[in-house]
C-alpha cells in the first residue's frame, strides 16, 4: 500500500500548485451498478449476487493533470461485490489505485513511468491496454523510454511487469520497437510507415517450478525442456498509395509453454492426459488491404496463426494474462441477435480471411457486403459469416438499414457445446426524424436455427428527445419449438420466455445517466475477438458517466 | 546506417544472453506428507468431469494414500437435477454448499482447492483454475512437510450403522496458531447421470462424493497447543443414513489452520469405512 501513498501524494501536491499557466486538469467517472433480481425460470440464480449479495457495482473515476511539460494521471478503482471479473459466480472485492503515470518529453527524450498502456504493430507481439466490458487492464507496470532520432524515425523501449487487478503479474517483460514514416516522393501520394520491435517474457521462479512439477507428472515423451525467457518478434508496415493502402504484419516467437485445455493433439496420439502443456514456437501473419473511393471501398483482410499464445503464466487462461492481441477476423457486429454467436480468436492455431465490399448507388442508397471464414489449421471449419447490408436515407426524415447474417459457427470449438450452428438472420433498422431533435429508432431481428435453443426474435424501439432523454424498450423472445416433447431438455428450457429490457438515459452536457430493468439471455460476450461466456442477467442496472 | 546500428547495439545489449540452462524436471514419488485435494464439482457441469479424470491420473502418479480427493457437489449454477434420464441422488447438500462457500468461488470449472493453499493471494478463494496448473500445484504440496502425523482408526457396526472413528495427532514439529480438525464422509463409484462435455452420461460413475460432514464445516478447534512430541486423540461417532453404501464410504480427516493466518491444510488421512 505504501508504494501508492507516493503517487496519490505527488498528484494532490502538483495539483494544489495549480493555477499557473497552461495548466490542464481533465477526468472521468464511469460507473455501473448491478441489481441482481433473482428469476430461476430464465437461470438467473445460483450465484451469490442473485441469492444473498443483490448489489454489485464497479467504478473507475480517472484524473489527468498537465503542466511544465508533464503529463500525469491517476485512477481510483472501485469493485464492491462485482461480477465483472468472474460472471459465473464469482464476487471481485477492491478498492485502490487501479493506475498511475508520469510521462515527460525531454528534447528528443520521451519518458513514462507508471503504469503505461502501449503496443507494438498491431498488437502481436505487445499491447498493453484496457477493456472494461471484459475487466482486462493488463496496463504495464514500468518504465517506457522513447529517443525521435528526427521527425520520422522513432525507438522505444519498455520493461516491467503487466498489471493483474491490483496487484502485478510475477513475469517480467521487456520490448523494443523502431517505427518510421517513408515518404519518397513528397509531390506523390506514396507512403511507408514500417516498423520492427521485439518482446521479451520471462517467467519468476514460482511459475517455473510449478510448470517444472507439472511436467514431472507427464510421461517421458511427453515432457519437454523448459526455459525462463520466451522471445517474440515482429515486422509491420503500411503502405499508401494514392486510395490503397496495404498493412502487412508478421511475428514470431521462441518456444514456449502453452496450455491446451482440450489437448487435441494429445488426444490424437492416445495421450491419458485431458488437458496438457506443450512447448511450440509460434509465428502469426497478417494482413489487410483496402482500397477506397468516395463511392466504392474494398478491405481484405488474412491471417494464419500458430501457438501463438503469450502469456504472463501459461496457468491463467481466458481473457485474462494475454501479453499480445490477435486482430479479430470477423465482422464487429451490434445487434442483440447478429452478436449472439461471435468467434473468439484461437491463439494455439487458426487461418482466416475476411472480405468487406462496400458501394454507395447514391446519395441516399448504399450497399455492404461482408464475409468471414475462419478455419483451424487442419481445414476444420470454425466459423463462416456472409452479411448483406444496405442503407437507405429518405432526405433528412427518415434512415433504413436491413440486412441477413448467413452464419456457420462450430459451437464445439467456442462454447464446448455440440456440433455446428447454421444460422439465417435477417434484421432491420428504421430511423425516423419527428422533428431535428426528437427521432424514434426501431430494431427488428428474427434469429433462425435449428441448433442451440432454437430460434430466437428481437425488437427494440428507441424514443430520443435530445439533447437531454432517450428512453428505449426491448424484447428478446425464444421462439417454442413445435415438439418440445422430442428434444432434449437443455434444449428447451427457455422456450416462450420473453426477455425484456426499459431503460432510460439523461444527458446532460458530458454527463450520461442511464437506468435499465434487464432481462439478458446467457451468451458470448466479445470484445475485438476476446470473448467469454457471460451467464443470464435479471434486475436492474444504473450506469454514470461523466467527464470533465 | 547509424540508426541501424544503434538498434543492434540496443538489441545485443537488451536480449543479450538469450542462451539459457533447461529448468530441470522433477520425478515425483509419494512423500510422507499426504495432499487433499477439495474438487468442486456438479452433475450439469460439462467440463468437471475432464478434472476429476484428471486427478485420478495424478492419483495413479502420486499414490491413492497420498493424493486423497474430495468431490464437493457445490459448482455455482451447475448442481440442479438432470431430468432425462433423472437423477437419482442429490449430491448437493446443505452441508456441500456450505463448504462450497466457505472455499470460495471458482473463475471457472474444473476448479480445485489443493490443500487449501491460497495460490492466488489477490483472490479471496481457493479454488485454482486452470485444471491443467494442478500437477505442478500438487508436486510443489509433495515437497513441503509440516511435521504432523495423523492416525485414523474406524470401528462401523453395521446393524445400527454407527461409525466410530479415532484420529490421533502426532506433531513433529511445534505447530504455533489456531489448528483445526475437519472430519468428513465421501462415498466412491455413485452410479448417477452427470453431464460430460457435450453428452448426459446416464451412468456416470461419481467418484469421492462428499456425503456428510462430522465436524463443524470450518472444523473444530483443536484446543491443545502442538507442540514438538504432542499427541492429541480425539474421538468422534456418526450414523451412517441408510442411502449410503458402507462398503464404499472413506472417512477423510485433516488438520488445518484456522481463517488466520490462511486456511492450509497441514496433514490428511483417509481411510475406508469398511476395510
Same mark, same amino acid.
Given at each position: ?129 484496457? $477493456? ?89 515423451? $511427453? ?10 518478434? /515482429? ?48 509465428? /502469426? ?13 474494398? /478491405? ?24 499480445? %492481441? ?34 454507395? &448507388? ?11 471464414? &475462419?478455419?483451424?489449421?487442419?481445414? /476444420? ?106 428434444? $432434449? ?34 451468451? &458470448? ?7 467469454? %461466456? ?15 | ?275
Amino acid at each position: 500500500m505504501k508504494h501508492l501513498l507516493l503517487p496519490v501524494f505527488l498528484f494532490i501536491s502538483i495539483g494544489c500548485l495549480q493555477g499557473q499557466d497552461n495548466s490542464r486538469l481533465t477526468g472521468n467517472l464511469q460507473t455501473n451498478g448491478n441489481f441482481f433480481i433473482k428469476d430461476s425460470a430464465i437461470g438467473a440464480s445460483g450465484t451469490p449476487q442473485y441469492d444473498n449479495l443483490k448489489f454489485g457495482a464497479e467504478s473507475w473515476l480517472n484524473l489527468n493533470y498537465s503542466n511544465w511539460g508533464f503529463d500525469m494521471g491517476l485512477r481510483f478503482d472501485l469493485f464492491s461485490n462485482s461480477n465483472l471479473l468472474n460472471p459465473n459466480g464469482g464476487v471481485f472485492v477492491g478498492k485502490g489505485i487501479g493506475r498511475w503515470y508520469i510521462h515527460k518529453e525531454i528534447d528528443k527524450f520521451d519518458f513514462s513511468g507508471g503504469y503505461i498502456y502501449d503496443q507494438i504493430g498491431s498488437g502481436i507481439i505487445f499491447r498493453a491496454y484496457e $477493456e472494461r466490458s471484459l475487466l482486462i487492464d493488463n496496463a504495464l507496470y514500468g518504465l517506457k523510454v522513447g529517443y525521435n532520432f528526427d521527425e520520422n524515425w522513432k525507438v522505444r523501449a519498455f520493461a516491467g511487469q503487466e498489471k493483474r487487478q491490483f496487484s502485478t503479474y510475477a513475469a517480467n517483460v521487456r520490448g523494443m520497437v523502431l517505427e518510421g514514416f517513408v515518404k519518397p516522393d513528397s509531390s506523390k501520394n506514396f507512403t511507408l510507415a514500417p516498423g520492427v520491435g521485439v518482446v521479451s517474457r520471462a517467467f519468476d521462479k514460482e511459475t517455473a517450478d510449478r510448470i517444472a512439477n507439472t511436467l514431472g507428472t507427464y510421461p517421458l515423451p $511427453e515432457r519437454f525442456d523448459l526455459k525462463y525467457n520466451t522471445y517474440a518478434a /515482429t515486422l509491420f508496415n503500411t503502405l499508401t498509395a494514392g486510395d490503397f493502402t496495404w498493412f502487412f504484419e508478421g511475428a514470431i516467437k521462441s518456444p514456449d509453454v502453452l496450455n491446451d485445455a482440450a489437448n487435441v493433439a494429445g488426444n490424437n496420439a492416445g495421450s491419458e492426459i485431458q488437458g496438457k502443456l506443450y512447448s511450440g514456437t509460434g509465428h /502469426t501473419i497478417y494482413t489487410s488491404m483496402a482500397y477506397a473511393t468516395r463511392k466504392f471501398g474494398v /478491405t481484405l483482410e488474412g491471417k494464419r496463426t500458430k501457438d501463438f499464445s503469450f502469456r504472463n503464466d501459461p496457468f491463467v487462461v481466458g481473457v485474462q494474462g494475454p501479453l499480445n %492481441f490477435l486482430p479479430p477476423m470477423a465482422r464487429q457486429n451490434t445487434y442483440r441477435l447478429t452478436t449472439r454467436f461471435s468467434p473468439a480468436t484461437q491463439e494455439l492455431g487458426e487461418q482466416a480471411i475476411q472480405l468487406d465490399i462496400r458501394y454507395s &448507388i447514391n446519395k441516399n442508397l448504399s450497399l455492404n457486403v461482408n464475409v468471414s471464414e &475462419i478455419q483451424d489449421l487442419d481445414n /476444420t471449419e470454425l466459423y463462416r459469416e456472409i452479411t448483406p447490408e444496405f442503407a437507405y436515407k429518405y432526405k433528412r426524415k427518415w434512415q433504413l438499414i436491413g440486412g441477413l447474417q448467413v452464419l456457420k459457427y462450430n459451437i464445439e470449438v467456442y462454447q464446448g457445446k455440440k456440433g455446428y450452428v447454421d444460422a439465417v438472420t435477417p434484421y432491420g433498422e428504421w430511423l425516423y426524424k419527428f422533428t431535428p431533435r426528437k427521432s424514434l429508432r426501431v430494431e427488428a431481428q428474427y434469429l433462425n436455427t435449428e441448433q442451440e435453443f432454437g430460434s430466437w426474435v428481437f425488437g427494440l424501439a428507441e424514443l430520443a428527445w435530445a439533447p437531454h432523454w432517450l428512453l428505449y424498450v426491448s424484447d428478446m423472445y425464444k421462439i417454442k419449438h413445435p415438439n418440445p416433447e422430442t428434444e $432434449e431438455a437443455e434444449k428447451v428450457k427457455y422456450d416462450g420466455l420473453h426477455y425484456p429490457t426499459v431503460g432510460l438515459v439523461y444527458t446532460q452536457k458530458a454527463n450520461r445517466f442511464e437506468v435499465a430493468y434487464v432481462k439478458q439471455v446467457e451468451g &458470448i460476450n466479445c470484445s475485438g475477438g476476446i470473448c467469454r %461466456f457471460e451467464p443470464t442477467f435479471s434486475g436492474f442496472r444504473v450506469k454514470i458517466n461523466s467527464s470533465f | 546506417m547509424k540508426r541501424l546500428l544503434f538498434l543492434l547495439l540496443l538489441a545485443a545489449i537488451g536480449f543479450s544472453a538469450c542462451k539459457e540452462e533447461p529448468v530441470p524436471i522433477p520425478d515425483f514419488s509419494s512423500g510422507e506428507r499426504r495432499v487433499l485435494i477439495e474438487e468442486l464439482t456438479g452433475i450439469q457441469c460439462a467440463v468437471c468431469p475432464k478434472g476429476t479424470r484428471e486427478l485420478l491420473r495424478l492419483q495413479d502418479i502420486f499414490g491413492k494414500d497420498s493424493l486423497i480427493i474430495v468431490s464437493i457437489h457445490a459448482a455455482s449454477g451447475f448442481t440442479s437435477p438432470i431430468s432425462n434420464p433423472p437423477s437419482q441422488n442429490n449430491f448437493t447438500t446443505a452441508q456441500a454448499l456450505e463448504l462450497g462457500t466457505l472455499l470460495g468461488s471458482a473463475d471457472g470449472f474444473p476448479a480445485a482447492a489443493i490443500n487449501r493453499k491460497q495460490v492466488d493471494p489477490g483472490s479471496p478463494s481457493l479454488m485454482v483454475t486452470p485444471f491443467t496448473s494442478w500437477a505442478g500445484i500438487i508436486g510443489a504440496e509433495f515437497q513441503k512437510s509440516y511435521g504432523l502425523d495423523l492416525l485414523l482408526e474406524n470401528h462401523y457396526e453395521p446393524a445400527t450403522r454407527q461409525l466410530d472413528m479415532k484420529i490421533t495427532l502426532g506433531a513433529n514439529n511445534a505447530l504455533p496458531g489456531e489448528n483445526r480438525l475437519t472430519i468428513l464422509i465421501t462415498q466412491d463409484s455413485i452410479v448417477d447421470p452427470q453431464k460430460d462435455g457435450t453428452e448426459i452420461v446416464p451412468a456416470y460413475i461419481h467418484r469421492h462424493v462428499m456425503r456428510g460432514i462430522v465436524t463443524a464445516t470450518a472444523g473444530d478447534p483443536i484446543p491443545e497447543a502442538l507442540n514438538k512430541g504432542t499427541v492429541v486423540e480425539k474421538n468422534y461417532s456418526f450414523t451412517l443414513p441408510a442411502d449410503w453404501v458402507a462398503e464404499h464410504c472413506s472417512v477423510v480427516a485433516y488438520v488445518h489452520h484456522g481463517p488466520v493466518p490462511d486456511r492450509e491444510v497441514l496433514q490428511a488421512i483417509e481411510k475406508h469405512v469398511v476395510e
